[in-house]
């Protein structure tokens, strides 16, 4: 009754997140609309200025003269690029409340496991013989960190991945992270502004941002761009081109600029390509110079209040003489001076008299130079903050969940334990306890009746917790283990591995890091042992190897089909039996998914191949209990 009544009320909380994200779509809807409307207004009203004025301008050349109708023009150009930029201030809203939205309708999918509206995850690379990030479903399609994972930038991402397939937790680091997460989860505000001012950074709601690439183009090397001298030396033969020309036009001296006019444009030209593709470089990556300062800003002018660790992590934010705000923005203005170069006559035309584009080679680089240095560090907490972001917006979607207790021994004790990648509505919790360094429980159970997904359950509870995250439990105390999964082994065809030998290669390999000295131990979590080969070499093969394990460094969980096994908890006082078992009504198996003590009773494949219709004959006695 206990389980049945939590059960009803995190339905209750996890009904209320759900509603509160309805409701605020239904706001960003109405908001959009109204902001549509006012860019449909805008638009009318600029084609109605370029009517106007081509009818003024047309009047005041036939009735004033060519004054009057030069200045109409004028002032035309004027009003028609003020509507244009507060045209452009509405539509980047506009764009702003649809990409707020989408993160809304991604946070009900994760809520729903709804995986076609969940964001794709990107293929980062698994560390080869991984112990645990395959059978464990923490990486890949439908997985733990495509769940979770809010960040846009590829670093955050990778960030994430690497503390969910941490092998070593660390005490200090899982502390520090759920103080982080507790003050981050109630800040719903905080945490989706975050998301939307990265995602306005990458510039498509599909695409990541490459911090290594900006830290690239943020590198400096002194020794391949333009000198302050060059600079100079250019200035002055601008100089003198002018000079020239207008000494020639008096007819002073002879027409000899076009002589000094190709040294200078052969000198600049030649001290532009030290720059190598500086101009592309900074074409392509304005607009994420640009919004990354948008996403600083915000971690700059946040109220912080009484959130104290979330501060100190923002601390090199909120330097007041050293903003990197304001760092950018000077970036920000060069490179925007830079995009002259998409007017061809007009740059042609300011280059022609002054060394334009070596000027502001030669600034970009200066101003680069002075906050590479930096760059790293602030780009380490925003993915830092991505990371936490990503966990407590996973907390907050999830209110059942809890943060475990952490403590010293060897201990595993979890009350109201689920799976995330079940949907809330079909999961069943289960209780379970595992406090004897050295011991081993063997789970039996018919065919689908739930082994394989609470070995899972228990190892995915154990990395969430150790990434610093809440856990599906509604009380969890753990200490600090290695963990080691042999769960979802496959052949290589590659590698010309059958399935047998894959799987005596994985089992020999947990056996060796149990036997390797280290202070924490092994928590090890075996799927139906030895099932590639027959019943008689799988049954010595596994009680060989379940003898192996208890007694040592370790401790975990092995379920099999082989009844047999469950006779070594009479001999091994390290061992115990539980089970899941389920029911036959009207014809067809039910299972109630709960851990039960003791050795399962009955097995189910040959009632499962009767019900399917195979010619089987069943004794109906095997199936009671």
Same mark, same amino acid.
């Given at each position: ?181 507790? /003050? ?185 130079? /002075? ?14 903050? /991505? ?12 209110? /059942? ?225």
């Amino acid at each position: 009754m206990l389980y049945k009544t939590r059960k009803i009320f995190d339905l209750i909380d996890k009904q209320t997140r759900l509603h509160a994200l309805e409701r605020h779509i239904r706001r960003l809807n109405g908001s959009i609309d109204n902001l549509r409307s006012r860019s449909d207004q805008f638009v009318r009203l600029r084609v109605a200025i370029v009517a106007v004025s081509v009818v003024l301008a047309f009047l005041a050349f036939s009735a004033a003269g060519n004054v009057a109708g030069s200045i109409c023009i004028v002032i035309a150009f004027i009003v028609f690029n003020i509507a244009a930029y507060y045209h452009r201030q509405v539509q980047n809203s506009i764009q702003r409340h649809l990409a707020w939205r989408r993160i809304k309708f991604a946070h009900i999918a994760r809520i729903k496991l709804d995986w076609e509206r969940i964001p794709a995850e990107e293929n980062l690379p698994i560390p080869p013989d991984h112990p645990f990030a395959i059978d464990l479903d923490l990486v890949g399609e439908r997985s733990i960190h495509r769940l979770i994972d809010t960040s846009v930038s590829r670093e955050g991402s990778a960030r994430l991945r690497d503390w969910l397939l941490n092998t070593v937790p660390d005490l200090p680091t899982i502390e520090k992270r759920q103080i982080l997460l507790r /003050e981050l989860m109630p800040l719903t505000t905080f945490r989706d502004k975050l998301i939307l001012n990265g995602r306005m950074a990458a510039g498509s709601r599909e695409q990541r941002l490459d911090g290594n690439k900006l830290l690239t183009w943020f590198e400096y090397n002194e020794a391949t761009g333009p000198q302050r001298s060059d600079v100079l030396i250019a200035a002055g033969l601008a100089a003198l081109n002018i000079a020239l020309m207008i000494l020639s036009s008096l007819s002073i001296i002879p027409p000899i600029w076009p002589i000094s006019f190709i040294i200078y444009a052969l000198y600049v030209r030649g001290k532009l390509q030290s720059a190598g593709d500086l101009f592309s470089q900074s074409m392509s990556l304005g607009g994420v110079v640009e919004n990354l300062n948008a996403i600083f800003r915000f971690l700059e002018t946040y109220r912080y209040g009484a959130n104290v660790n979330l501060k100190a992590l923002c601390a090199p934010f909120l330097d007041s003489q050293n903003r990197p705000s304001a760092q950018l923005r000077r970036i920000g203005f060069i490179v925007s001076a830079v995009s002259l170069r998409t007017n061809a006559i007009l740059w042609g035309v300011i280059n022609f008299f002054i060394p334009w584009d070596l000027y502001f080679a030669y600034l970009l680089n200066q101003r680069k130079a /002075e906050i590479a240095a930096q760059m790293p560090k602030w780009l380490d907490v925003w993915f830092e903050l /991505e990371t936490l972001n990503a966990l407590a917006n996973f907390a907050h979607l999830n209110p /059942e969940y809890s943060f475990p207790v952490i403590t010293s021994g060897s201990t595993f004790k979890g009350e109201g334990l689920g799976h995330p990648l079940i949907p809330f509505d079909a999961k069943v919790s289960n209780d379970f306890t595992l406090t004897e360094r050295g011991s081993t429980v063997i789970i039996t159970g018919s065919n689908m009746a739930g082994k394989s997904s609470f070995l899972r359950t228990l190892g995915v509870n154990l990395c969430l917790g150790y990434a610093g995250a809440p856990v599906n439990a509604t009380y969890l105390e753990i200490s600090l283990f290695r963990v080691f999964t042999c769960i979802k082994v496959s052949d290589s065809v590659t590698d010309g591995f059958s399935y047998f030998y894959a799987e005596v290669r994985r089992l020999k390999a947990l056996l060796n890091e149990l036997e390797r000295e280290h202070p924490y131990p092994l928590f090890y979590l075996i799927d139906e042992i030895f099932k590639g080969t027959n019943n008689r070499e799988r049954l010595i093969g596994s009680r060989a190897y379940i003898r192996a394990l208890v007694g040592r460094n370790g401790m975990g969980a092995v379920s099999t089909h082989d009844l047999e096994l469950v006779r070594l908890a009479d001999e091994l006082p390290h061992i115990r039996n539980e089970h899941f078992k389920e029911d036959v009504i009207d014809g067809r198996m039910v299972f109630d998914y709960r851990l039960r003590s003791g050795p399962s009773p009955t097995t189910n494949a040959l009632k499962i191949m009767q019900l399917e219709g195979l010619p089987v004959e069943v004794d109906e006695k095997l199936f009671q209990d």
